[in-house]
């Protein structure tokens, strides 16, 4: 089925004669029976993970959401009130912008980026947070609540909170409410309460528990906005959708620019909403590899919080996913220099997409982060937060060995300045 | 009759009572089990510790904090299970936790090893009907009762879908909500009790939020059993390795209680 062009994205579609000589769209291609884009199944299950595993309190409204989900992807009213806001609110299309300087002190593939780093907010989390929000409003609810990590989230959340009038409560590990402050007085002044917890090691992880406290508490009149792409079904697949505007644009962005796709994709993962958000509407585009990059923090040996490299699958937070844990099955906690990636799971489509081997994972150490953070800030002029200097430290490793006709797409899914306190202080430096 | 059956044709309703296993230490719990059934506790729920417990409360929390700070195993959990069966041959010993130190090791695994130690009932609170296969026919193929919780969300419609699969008993969590906080209304729970109660062909009890024997015969008027958790927690928490006493004393008064609810308006 060929989909109607939207009217904002026609002048990216200019070298559209090129495109079709070569057999290509602007819009990816449709699910298949053998396609990579027709997960999760009706349960909600991606191969062996996802799923639906909450309590008994949650489930009722958790198939409610599903229900209207469904039918707000198939209300043309909908998207077109997601797609306004993102374009006029959030600042959308990002822009794709190829590094010059990055690619030659690289020596190899030419390194091109997608800016969601320049969106409202200052990072991707935006994109997910119009489309729940404008689904809360949807099914009537009047209360919003979500978990933060970084902060990153919080502020997006907080951010659509206002924006609609919905009174919003975060929810942030304690230790992270000490780490981020600046972050914390962004969503007081947007008018957020913000919940420190207390509970285990005070980190992302105790805040999604205590998130889902409140809402099994609160089930009748509040949303859980869950910002990244895990958590029960249909949470994964919608929070996939609503970021596959990453992927979209940068896939058409490439035909318009240079008439072909990019050879590999590369993006951070925590979670994995940034990251599934570019990499979902090329899975089918068989000639396009896709690197994920988790955080291997002090290394793989020692404390990380890459969940594929170094985890199992087990069950937490509703999904079946690949898991930090001991032999009992207790989550262990994990560990980034960013707090964006400090998360020991990881959302279930990624498991799906590593076990069937359409993307390739590795990871990257905290000091190559920072390596990568300053290269960007130097060849480029662009602070990047530490989420994307993952991916950049990624980047750094393979563009070498690729040739220079070939090209690499980096997901730049937030920028630095939430960082730079905590970058400084890792480099010696006092401010 | 299995053990779980006898305890709820008493001719009375039976009192239903939670510790985590391993609070404040594995070697502790056996004589904190040992005094809810001195008490008069009909079954026994056994916590399995868990780092996320993301549906209880602060005390329930902090018991699993307190049990996995003093080492606690799975290992742990199943000997002291396999212990309590060997003194207490007919009392039903119930373990109760989440999915994924249930799962780690594969169902089977953990049906058998249920069977092992003399366990009579799983209950997993993140393991809705929908996700079923994850646990439930290992349970069924051991004998191993799986008890399902339903709540004030569970509509007619989903009632069913619920008890399916389900023995033993049904756990009805009288409140939205995390354990150990506010109670229900009571005339709420009278309509959840009977509304479920026409449907069900097994007993239901009733838990969360209960924490006086007052709450608990009030209950007992209306459902087969009453299940009381983060009172009983509290008190390991307040006299830890020497709650044996207190516990026994408050299980005691709630099985005073709720034993003799329906003769009071008899």
């Known amino acids: ?431 | 009759m299995t053990r779980l059956a006898s305890a709820f044709a008493k001719g009375r309703p039976a009192l239903v009572t939670f510790v985590t296993g391993g609070d404040p230490t594995p070697d502790a719990t056996a004589s904190i089990l040992d005094a809810l059934v001195e008490g008069g506790a009909d079954v026994i729920e056994l916590g399995m510790p868990f780092t996320d417990p993301m549906a209880d409360g602060p005390a329930i929390q902090l018991a699993n904090l307190r049990s996995l700070g003093a080492g606690t195993k799975t290992a742990d959990i199943l000997r002291i299970a396999a212990a309590f069966r060997a003194r207490h041959p007919e009392v039903p010993l119930v373990l109760m936790g989440y999915a994924n130190p249930m799962t780690v090791r594969g169902a089977d695994w953990f049906a058998a090893e249920c069977v092992n130690a003399g366990i009579d009932g799983v209950i997993c609170v993140d393991i809705p009907p929908e996700e079923d296969p994850e646990l439930g026919p290992a349970l069924r193929n051991a004998g191993v009762s799986l008890i399902r919780l339903a709540t004030p969300t569970t509509d007619a419609a989903r009632l069913p879908a619920v008890l399916e699969g389900s023995s033993g008993f049904l756990y009805y969590v009288s409140v939205a909500g995390i354990t150990g906080m506010q109670q229900a209304v009571q005339a709420s729970i009278d309509e959840a009790v009977a509304r479920i109660k026409a449907s069900a062909t097994i007993p239901v009890a009733v838990g969360f939020g209960v924490r006086t024997p007052e709450q608990a015969a009030a209950i007992a008027r209306v459902a087969d059993g009453v299940v009381v958790g983060s009172a009983l927690v509290d008190l390991v928490a307040k006299h830890g390795a020497d709650a044996a006493g207190p516990v026994k004393e408050l299980t005691a008064a709630l099985a005073a209680a709720v034993h003799s609810a329906r003769k009071e308006i008899a």
């Open chain 1, 1 to 431: 089925m060929v989909k109607r062009a939207r009217a904002r994205d026609a002048n990216l579609d200019k070298p559209r004669g090129l495109c079709q000589s070569r057999r290509m769209s602007a819009e990816p291609t449709g699910a298949t029976p053998n396609s990579f884009r027709s997960q999760p199944d009706d349960r909600g299950h991606f191969g062996q993970f996802g799923g639906r595993y909450v309590a008994e309190t949650l489930m009722p409204l958790i198939l409610d959401l599903e229900q209207e989900y469904r039918r707000a992807k198939a209300d043309p009213a909908f998207q077109a009130e997601f797609d306004d806001l993102l374009e006029h609110y959030v600042g959308r299309p990002s822009p794709l912008y190829f590094a010059p300087r990055l690619t030659e002190e690289l020596g190899g593939a030419q390194v091109w980026f997608k800016r969601d780093e320049l969106n409202h907010t200052g990072a991707h989390k935006i994109n997910n947070c119009i489309g729940q929000i404008l689904l809360a409003m949807r099914m009537g609810k009047t209360r919003i609540i979500a978990e933060t990590g970084a902060g990153q989230h919080g502020v997006a959340t907080a951010t659509v909170c206002a924006r609609f009038g919905l009174p919003c409560v975060i929810f942030m590990g304690a230790t992270d409410v000490e780490r981020q402050k600046p972050n914390v007085f962004r969503m007081k002044l947007l008018g957020a309460e913000v919940v420190p917890v207390t509970a285990g090691a005070g980190t992302l992880k105790d805040a999604m528990n205590e998130a889902l406290r409140d809402w099994v508490a609160n089930v009748n009149n509040t949303f859980y906005i869950i910002g990244t792409a895990a958590g029960p079904h249909p949470y994964p697949e919608l929070v996939r959708d609503f970021q596959s505007v990453i992927g979209k644009e940068a896939r058409a962005q490439m035909l318009s620019r240079i008439g072909r796709l990019p050879d590999l994709l590369v993006a951070a993962i925590g979670g994995g909403s940034n990251a599934i958000g570019l990499f979902h509407p090329f899975l089918d585009d068989t000639s396009v590899r896709m690197l994920g990059v988790e955080a291997a923090g002090h290394g793989l040996d020692k404390e990380h919080a890459a969940s594929l490299a170094g985890g199992r699958p087990g069950i937490l937070h509703g999904n079946k996913t690949y898991l930090l844990q001991d032999e009992d099955g207790q989550i262990t906690e994990g560990h980034s220099i960013s707090a964006g990636l400090d998360y020991p799971g990881i959302g279930p489509e990624h498991a799906w997409l590593k076990e069937i081997g359409r993307v390739d994972y590795t990871s990257v150490t905290d000091t190559e982060a920072l390596d990568g953070f300053q290269l960007l800030c130097r060849t480029e002029g662009i602070i990047p937060a530490l989420e994307p200097a993952h991916a950049i430290a990624a980047v750094k490793k393979v563009a070498p060995t690729m040739g220079k006709d070939q090209i690499i797409l980096a997901n730049l899914c937030g920028r630095g300045d939430k960082d730079i306190f905590s970058v400084a202080e890792h480099l010696g430096v006092s401010l």
